[in-house]
């Protein structure tokens, strides 16, 4: 009797056997995995994150478990219509199981990534590849600047490209259910931007014969069913202003002019270029391969049809930004699997070639390598002011952001905070977000501040150089401000890199 027949016998032993069974390309399809496990666990629950979608996401789905409403996404106590909650949800479980440390927010996007590298490989030899093109692909993706830096931030786009990784899974292996499901899963994680990817879907179902029409009407049907429920609820209790911001906004708006400050086509394909040169240059080789071969490769085709869906929101867009390339990323991996003739594909050198290729994709950026992986501390500043207004601020007391982003100082504060500024080219970027206007909380500061209640303290976060902060406009605009409306209450100021905390409640060093 065997050791996996036998129940009995130490985990140890089965494991060793379970492994000799395995033929060698599987093997380390195994062992790549464990590693980039090992490696995404590095680091994990240390740092902050980022004062930006990061905190917006993670400060709704606190809002969710708050709440109890679990089907509108809010902030700053007004509901929000830019994204699906999938996301969220998964971000509320593991937060409210985890109080909502940095680990547990980032936990949800790490399994999203692992997901995606682990379909890959079963999907590169569901599509007739081998074993070794599969984990070539996987640890392509793996070790790429644009999907290793999403592993440790709280984004929509990596779950929504694990989505988009399975269906495409089940549309290899003709399922026309999982293709289906995973669809509509997928837009249930990122709305619209799933959209084009899952054309590019069907444009490969039928180029490689392994979608009918009746199959994609089933499909279709049953992405309807996953996706349209809480579409539905959301059109019954809000109206047309969902459908105002969730496509009129964060579609209409973003294609036609630059919502937030984005980067021209040039300067978004520099970006690619410089980020991902190893795996750009090995997916333009493939594509001339590909060509030469008349299309006759079904890996070669899905990473055709991939990347022309991903590349479409960059394309379209007057919005760009660096994360919208991260659904290209698997597509280049695909066809730089398919640059070497497939004669080779059986001999160890192939795998060396790759594990070369591994390195100089990960020694490319070492620097940004280093922030993401090993001490992803993206707000600082943040973290600590927010958690020192936790700490301090009462319920009646006025937080304030003045000429700066709030979302990382809502989180860590867990308070409401008003958005002030004197700048126009702020206030201008701000006020064309969807969610900052139907919240109300940015302000004009015209004629100082008003003066407070006798049992209401101030805290006001401001960004500051950090070899100028005594002397910035912004620091002497508030605090003057400040005495105006409250001439007899003493003023502290706390600092920290890039921010400055002007506060009369007494927390830091006084200012003269």
Not at 17 to 25: G, I, N, S
Not at 225 to 235: G, T
Not at 385 to 401: C, L, M, Q, T
Not at 437 to 442: A, F, G, Q, T
Request: hydrophobic share 45%; with cysteine.
């Amino acid at each position: 009797m065997s050791n996996l027949d036998n129940p009995t016998r130490p985990v140890h032993a089965w494991a060793v056997e379970f492994v000799d069974r395995l033929r060698w390309e599987r093997r380390s399809a195994v062992v790549l995995f464990v590693g980039f496990v090992v490696v995404y666990a590095i680091g994990m629950g240390k740092g902050s994150h980022l004062d930006s979608d990061d905190t917006l996401y993670a400060e709704m789905a606190r809002q969710m478990v708050e709440t109890g409403n679990w089907l509108d996404n809010q902030w700053s106590g007004h509901v929000v219509f830019e994204k699906p909650p999938l996301y969220l949800w998964t971000l509320a479980v593991s937060g409210w199981l985890g109080d909502w440390s940095e680990m547990a927010l980032r936990i949800p996007g790490t399994l999203f990534s692992l997901m995606t590298l682990a379909s890959l490989m079963v999907l590169v030899k569901q599509l007739g590849g081998s074993w070794r093109q599969g984990v070539a692909a996987a640890a392509l993706v793996g070790v790429s600047y644009f999907f290793f830096m999403m592993t440790r931030r709280l984004m929509m786009d990596g779950p929504m490209v694990a989505m988009i990784v399975l269906a495409t899974l089940s549309l290899a292996k003709r399922s026309t259910r999982g293709f289906g499901i995973f669809s509509g899963l997928a837009v249930m994680m990122k709305g619209a931007a799933a959209g084009p990817l899952i054309l590019a879907l069907c444009v490969f179902g039928f180029w490689d014969k392994r979608l009918t029409m009746k199959s994609l009407l089933q499909a279709g049907g049953l992405g309807l069913c996953v996706a349209a429920p809480w579409h539905i609820q959301q059109w019954v209790s809000h109206g047309s202003e969902f459908w105002s911001g969730y496509l009129g906004h964060h579609v209409v708006e973003r294609a036609s002019s630059q919502v937030v400050p984005g980067s021209s086509l040039t300067e978004s394909l520099q970006l690619l270029v410089s980020h991902e040169p190893i795996i750009f240059l090995g997916a333009a080789l493939g594509l001339v391969v590909f060509v030469r071969r008349r299309g006759d490769d079904s890996v070669g085709r899905l990473g055709l049809c991939l990347l022309a869906g991903a590349c479409l929101p960059v394309l379209f867009s007057t919005t760009r930004l660096p994360h919208y390339w991260l659904p290209a990323i698997p597509a280049l991996a695909l066809l730089t699997v398919t640059a070497p003739p497939k004669n080779i594909w059986p001999y160890r050198m192939t795998a060396t070639a790759i594990a070369l290729m591994m390195i100089v994709s990960l020694m490319n950026d070492p620097l940004k390598v280093q922030i993401f992986w090993l001490n992803p501390n993206f707000g600082p500043a943040e973290k600590s002011i927010g958690e020192a207004v936790r700490e301090h601020a009462d319920e009646s007391d006025r937080v304030i952001a003045f000429n700066s982003m709030s979302n990382a100082l809502i989180f860590y504060s867990r308070h409401s905070v008003e958005m002030l500024t004197n700048d126009p080219r702020f206030y201008a970027i701000q006020d064309r977000v969807h969610m900052i206007r139907r919240s109300n909380v940015l302000q004009w500061f015209e004629d100082g501040l008003s003066p407070p209640a006798d049992n209401e303290h101030r805290f006001i976060v401001l960004r500051a150089s950090e070899e100028e902060a005594k002397e910035h406009s912004d620091f002497n605009s508030v605090v003057r401000a400040m005495r105006q409306s409250a001439p007899l209450r003493p003023l502290h100021r706390i600092d920290h890199k890039y921010r400055v905390l002007v506060n009369d409640k007494g927390l830091g060093d006084v200012i003269p």
